[in-house]
């Protein structure tokens, strides 16, 4: 047996108006139009829900017991479609975004602060993490999208280019190299190197460069404070791109651009699920993010 929504308005317009005229007004529909709805409710259920006269319409003793289900399951039915109408309005729903520590330090938070003002209804989550959890967190669902280069295996994942991040030297202001234009890697070869972990998307960016991958680590950490606390305290120098330069604003340090031919370049990316749709509060998002992207060229 299938019930529709049209059928259950009427029931319930009926049973509140009590004549077939006002009940099918009130539906918007002709009289004969309406009273064949009813009749359909009736056959499709194999019982008679309501007793007819003259004057009034009243409900048989099944007509009252379906009226308390009919009620009930309008009112699912309104707040199921409500629900929908608030998430495709952007009033509700939930945003998970996945991104490498740099750009959920630099870059996302103006952005979510913009979306959270716009819509506040919506949850909001930021996971900062390394390259292939954030990959992993889009794979598994738990991220709507990740802000990230590209990893080893894009299996289930596509991806839309965001920017290049060019490299600089990081060193300390009494350096050599902190009075140079440019750098070029030949002169940095021998030097000690302060360098994240292979899990980073910055190590791989430098290891995928023929002229950078060879360089020997005095130190490897996780962390950008990190770099800066021993760059500054003069163990060595580093290389990282220009989105996370910020956390190399420090008296005692330099920053200096690589020279044009030893350009070493970090491509991020907005990556998504392969043929899985977005939510309407994630693809404004996403649609933000794309929007705002002017910002790093």
């Keep these: 047996m299938n019930l529709s929504s049209r059928q259950l308005r009427a029931f319930v317009a009926l049973v509140q108006e009590r004549q077939f005229t006002k009940a099918a007004q009130r539906c918007h529909q002709t009289q004969p139009a309406f009273s064949a709805l009813i009749k359909s409710l009736e056959d499709s259920m194999g019982i008679r829900l309501f007793d007819r006269t003259t004057r009034r319409v009243e409900l048989t003793p099944e007509g009252r017991l379906f ?14 479609m409500g629900d929908l109408k608030e998430h495709v309005a952007k009033r509700r729903g939930r945003v998970s975004v996945a991104a490498l520590p740099s750009l959920a330090a630099g870059w996302l938070p103006a952005i979510y ?3 959270h003002s716009e819509f506040p209804g919506v949850q909001l989550q930021l996971h900062d993490a390394l390259l292939e959890p954030c990959l992993d967190l889009v794979r598994r669902g738990s991220a709507d999208i990740a802000v990230a ?3 080893q295996d894009m299996t289930g994942l596509v991806a839309q280019p965001l920017c290049e991040d060019s490299f600089f030297v990081v060193c300390r202001r009494d350096d050599a190299l902190a009075a140079r234009k440019s750098v070029d890697l030949a002169d940095i070869k021998n030097r000690a190197i302060i360098q994240l972990g292979k899990g980073s998307s ?6 995928d460069n023929p002229a950078s991958a060879d360089f020997d680590s005095l130190l490897e950490v996780d962390h950008l404070a990190t770099v800066t606390g021993l ?9 990282v791109p220009a989105m996370t330069l910020f956390h190399f604003q420090h008296p005692d340090l330099s920053i200096v651009p690589l ?6 370049k970090r ?5 998504r699920r392969k043929e899985k749709s977005l939510s309407s509060a994630a693809q404004a998002f996403y649609d933000l993010l794309l929007e705002q992207r002017k910002e790093l060229q």
């Design 67 to 80: 009226n308390v289900s009919a009620l009930r399951l309008l009112n699912d039915m309104d707040a199921v």
């Design 113 to 115: 602060a913009r979306f």
């Design 149 to 151: 280069a590209k990893g």
């Design 202 to 207: 910055i190590r791989q960016s430098l290891a």
């Design 231 to 239: 760059v500054v305290a003069g163990l060595g120098i580093s290389l």
């Design 259 to 264: 020279s044009p031919k030893d350009a070493v």
């Design 267 to 271: 491509s991020l990316f907005l990556i």
